[in-house]
C-alpha cells in the first residue's frame, strides 16, 4: 500500500535524521539571557527565532529526579527547545498560552516520563499559531504523558515512540487546529500498549487522540501504529474538522480504532486488526460497553451540529478474529451520513452482529439522527471469513446505495449476504454473492440489480495462458507474472499501487521503487549507483547523498521511488523480506520487472531488454507445447477448432449451439418470514415466466396471489409463500415493498 497522495507533506526524516540536523545547527549568541541559544531555525515550514538547550539554557534535570515543569512554563514565545539525552519528569498540567510558533525536539534519546500516579495531559499549549514536538520516547509505565494543544495554523509531531502500559484515564494527545485551513501532522507516531482494551469507564477510559469542537483543520495521520485503547484509538469524529488517515496500522482498540465522520475525512491504506490471540494486558471490565470495531462513523452531534456528509474507507485491509466482542468491522451509526467503502479487502472470522452495518435513520441517544445523504457506496469490496454472523451487509434507511464489482464468501455459518430495507433508488451491480442464506435480502426497497451471482466461480484446474493451479506453467512463469529467476514482466498484482504514479518527475531513464506489502516491523534501506540518483516524488522520499540514498518505512506499510541511470550497485538494510523491489520506465512510468530484494542487483535474472528466458526454442516451438503452425499439443488449433468437434463460437460439429434464450436464471420472493403484503415488480432483457414447479421456500407453500407476468416484466405480491420465476437475459430493475426476502440464482 503506498503512502497515499499529501500534496501538503514534505519529510525532514525519521529519528536519526532528526538528530543529525539538530546537531547541525548554527550556534550564536542573542542576547536573550539564555546562555548560548542558536539562531533562527526552522521545522517542517515552522519558522523559530531561538534555538535553546533544555539542560544547558533552561536548567532542566536530564536524570529524571526533578520535575521540568517549571523549566517548560519559562519558554519564551517563537522558541525551540532540544532536549538532549536524559529522562524528563513530567507531574503536573501546564497552561502554555500565547507561545506564537513553539518547539520541542529530542536531539539524543530523550525520555518523557510520567511521574506516578500523574492522569492528566501536561503541556498544554494554546492561542499559538505552530508547535512542532518531534523524536521522544514517552514512558507511561507509573503514569501519563500527553499534551494538549489548540493552535491556529500547524502541528507538526513526528517520530514518537510510547512505552509502557498506559493507564485508564484520559486522553493521550490532542492536536488541534482552531483555522479551517490549518493542517496539523501526525507522522510516525507508536503506541502498541494504550491502555487495558476494555477500560471504556463511562467514556472517561484512555483514549488515543482526541479531537472535538475546536478542531476546524485538517489533521492527517501517517505511518502511525496505535493498539490497545480503552476509548478509541482516534476520537476524532466530533469535530467540524478533517481528519485523515494514511498508511497507519491499529490493534484491538475498543469503541473503534478510527473513528471519523464527514466529507474531507477518511481512512486511506491502512490496517485494522482485532484479535483475542494478539492481547496480553489485563482482562478486565469485559462484560462492559467494550467493542472493538475498525471504523467507525458518525456526523450528527447535539452540540455541534451536522457535518457535511462523504467519509471514506479506502484500500484498507481489516482483519477481525475471534475476540470477546460483537463489533462490526465498519459501522455507520444512525447520526452518520454517506459512506464510500472502495478497494477494500475484510476477513471476518468472530461471532458477530454484521461485518459492514449502516444504521437506520434515527436518534443515536442524545444526538441527532443524520440525514440525507445516508447512502452507503461499495466498490471492488472483498469480504470473506468463517465467522458466524445474521446478515454479512446490512444497510437501512439509505436511499441511494449501490454496491458494485464487489465479492462476498461467507460459508460456514448461516448467514444472509446483502440486506437493504426501506432504500429507494439502489444498485447492487457485478457483484458475486456466496452465503449459505439468502444471497439478497430487499425489504421495502427500490433495488436495481444487474449480473448478482451466488455461485462460486467454477475453476477447472488450468487458465487460457497454460497455467495451472499449482501457479505455474511450462515456460516458468507464475500466476503472479514472475519467472524462477526472480523477475517479472510489466505490471504487478498483490496490492501494488504503482497504477498511482502520474506523470514525468525526472530526465533520468530509470525507476526503482520499493513497496512494503507486509506489515509487523519497520523497514530501513539503503542504495547506491554508478550513476546520476534522484528522490521521487511520494510523500517521503529517501534521503539523496551522491550516488547513495537511504529510506525506511512501515511498521505496517509504505512506498518509496528514486531515479537513476546507470546500474544499481549495492541495494542492503533491515527487513526486506517484507518489501517488493521494482524496476521502471521512469519516462512512461510502467513497469520493467520485478528484482528479489534479498539479492538484487547479484544475480536478478534481467537482461540488458528487460526481457527473460521464457523457454522459446530454434525450432519454433515453445516449453507450452504451441509451434509455428498454430497447432498444439493439447489438438486445439489457431483456428479455434478442437480434436473433440467443439469450436471457440460455442457450435460443435452436429450443428447445435449454446441457447442464449434458455431461462438458466431464477428469481424468487418468500414472503414466509413476514405476516405483511410484500409487492415487487422487476423487468429482465430477455423472456420471463413463472416457475410453480421450483422449490416453494420455508412454508413449502406458492403464493396463491395471482400476478401479471408478459413482455419481459412482472408486477407481483406475494403474502404466505413463495413466488418464482425464471428468464433469461439480465435481470435490470427490481422494486420491492415490504419484506419478502429475494434471491437470485443464475444457474438453474
Not at 529519528?15 to 546537531?23: D, E, I, P, S, V
Not at 488450468?462 to 500466476?479: A, C, E, I, K, P
Not at 507474472?481 to 498483490?494: A, E, H
Not at 534481467?606 to 507445447?625: H, P, V
Request: aromatic fraction near 8%; hydrophobic fraction near 30%.
Amino acid at each position: 500500500m503506498d503512502r497515499g497522495n499529501d500534496p501538503d507533506s514534505s519529510r525532514f526524516g525519521r529519528r536519526t535524521y532528526l538528530k543529525a540536523g539538530a546537531a547541525a545547527a548554527t550556534v550564536a549568541g542573542l542576547g536573550t539571557g539564555l546562555g548560548t541559544a542558536a539562531a533562527a531555525a526552522e521545522r517542517e515550514g515552522i519558522a523559530f527565532e531561538r534555538v535553546v538547550d533544555a539542560v544547558d539554557d533552561l536548567g532542566m534535570d536530564p536524570t529524571g529526579g526533578q520535575s521540568v515543569t517549571d523549566q517548560i512554563a519559562d519558554v519564551p514565545a517563537n522558541t525551540l527547545v532540544q532536549f538532549p539525552d536524559g529522562d524528563y519528569l513530567i507531574d503536573e498540567r501546564l497552561d502554555l498560552p500565547r507561545l506564537g510558533n513553539v518547539g520541542f525536539e529530542a536531539i539524543g534519546d530523550a525520555t518523557i516520563v510520567g511521574a506516578a500516579g500523574f492522569t492528566n495531559t501536561s503541556w498544554n499549549v494554546r492561542d499559538s499559531a505552530a508547535v512542532y514536538y518531534a523524536g521522544f520516547t514517552h514512558d507511561q509505565s507509573d503514569g501519563a504523558v500527553g499534551h494538549f494543544w489548540r493552535v491556529s495554523d500547524r502541528i507538526e509531531i513526528h517520530d514518537i515512540d510510547v512505552v509502557g502500559r498506559g493507564g485508564d484515564w484520559g486522553v493521550e494527545m490532542s492536536p488541534s487546529i482552531t483555522d479551517s485551513d490549518g493542517v496539523a501532522r501526525i507522522v510516525n507516531y507508536t503506541n502498541k500498549k494504550g491502555s487495558s482494551w476494555a477500560s471504556y469507564s463511562g467514556s472517561g477510559g484512555r483514549m488515543g487522540f482526541y479531537l472535538g469542537p475546536d478542531h476546524s483543520g485538517t489533521a492527517k495521520f501517517v505511518d502511525c501504529d496505535l493498539r490497545e485503547y480503552g476509548n478509541n484509538a482516534l476520537y476524532t469524529s466530533r469535530c467540524p474538522g478533517n481528519v485523515q488517515v494514511f498508511d497507519s496500522y491499529f490493534e484491538n482498540n475498543n469503541v473503534a480504532s478510527v473513528r471519523i465522520g464527514g466529507e474531507g475525512s477518511f481512512v486511506e491504506n491502512t490496517r485494522i486488526v482485532v484479535s483475542e490471540d494478539r492481547y496480553t494486558g489485563p482482562r478486565r471490565d469485559e462484560d462492559k460497553a467494550f467493542n472493538m470495531r475498525g471504523v467507525l462513523l458518525e456526523e450528527n452531534h447535539k452540540n455541534h451540529g451536522q457535518k457535511a456528509a462523504g467519509a471514506a474507507v479506502r484500500g484498507c485491509e481489516i482483519l477481525v478474529e475471534e475476540n470477546p466482542t460483537w463489533a462490526p468491522a465498519i459501522m455507520s451509526w444512525s447520526n452518520g451520513r454517506s459512506i464510500e467503502v472502495t478497494d477494500t479487502t475484510i476477513t471476518y472470522e468472530n461471532t458477530g452482529g454484521y461485518v459492514i452495518c449502516k444504521e437506520d435513520y434515527s436518534n443515536k441517544a442524545s444526538h441527532p439522527a443524520g440525514e440525507d445523504p445516508r447512502w452507503l457506496r461499495m466498490d471492488n469490496v472483498t469480504i470473506t471469513g468463517s465467522g458466524d454472523v445474521p446478515v454479512v451487509v446490512e444497510v437501512e434507511d439509505a436511499d441511494g446505495t449501490e454496491i458494485r464489482n464487489c465479492s462476498i464468501h461467507m460459508t460456514d455459518n448461516d448467514a444472509d449476504g446483502i440486506r437493504l430495507m426501506n432504500s429507494d433508488d439502489c444498485v447492487v451491480a457485478d457483484t458475486n454473492v456466496v452465503v449459505p442464506g439468502s444471497a439478497t435480502d430487499f425489504q421495502n426497497s427500490q433495488v436495481e440489480t444487474r449480473n448478482v451471482t451466488h455461485e462460486v466461480p467454477e475453476d477447472d484446474g488450468s487458465t487460457d495462458d497454460g497455467t495451472s493451479d499449482d501457479g505455474t506453467s511450462d515456460d516458468g512463469t507464475s500466476d503472479d507474472g514472475s519467472t524462477d529467476d526472480g523477475t517479472s514482466d510489466g505490471d504487478t498484482d498483490g496490492g501494488f499501487r504503482y497504477d498511482e504514479a502520474e506523470g514525468v518527475h525526472t530526465d533520468l531513464p530509470k525507476e526503482l521503487v520499493i513497496e512494503q506489502v507486509e506489515s509487523g516491523a519497520r523497514v530501513s534501506y539503503e542504495v547506491e549507483v554508478d550513476g546520476a540518483l534522484e528522490a521521487g516524488e511520494w510523500e517521503y522520499p529517501p534521503t539523496v547523498d551522491g550516488t547513495t540514498a537511504t529510506g525506511g518505512m512501515g511498521p505496517s506499510y509504505g512506498l518509496d521511488n528514486l531515479y537513476y541511470d546507470g546500474e544499481v550497485t549495492r541495494f542492503e538494510g533491515e527487513n526486506l523480506d517484507l518489501v517488493r523491489v521494482f524496476v521502471a520506465d521512469a519516462q512512461t512510468r510502467t513497469i520493467v520487472r520485478e528484482v528479489d530484494p534479498l539479492s538484487f542487483p547479484a544475480g536478478d535474472g534481467s537482461t540488458d531488454d528487460g526481457s527473460t528466458d521464457d523457454g522459446s526454442t530454434d525450432d519454433g516451438s515453445t516449453d507450452d507445447g504451441s509451434t509455428d503452425d498454430g497447432s498444439t499439443d493439447d489438438g486445439s488449433t489457431d483456428d479455434g477448432s478442437t480434436d473433440d468437434g467443439s469450436t471457440d463460437d460455442g457450435s460443435t460439429d452436429d450443428g447445435s449451439t449454446d441457447d442464449d434464450t434458455a431461462l438458466d436464471s431464477v428469481v424468487a420472493f418468500d414472503g414466509s418470514r413476514s405476516d405483511e403484503i410484500c409487492s415487487y415488480r422487476f423487468s429482465v432483457t430477455g423472456e420471463v415466466v413463472a416457475d410453480q414447479e421450483s422449490d416453494a421456500g420455508e412454508t413449502g407453500d406458492w403464493d396463491r396471489i395471482e400476478d401479471t407476468v408478459g413482455d419481459g416484466a412482472v408486477v407481483g405480491v406475494v403474502h404466505t409463500g413463495v413466488d418464482t420465476y425464471r428468464f433469461s437475459g439480465d435481470l435490470v430493475d427490481l422494486e420491492l415493498r415490504g419484506s419478502a426476502a429475494v434471491t437470485f440464482d443464475d444457474q438453474a
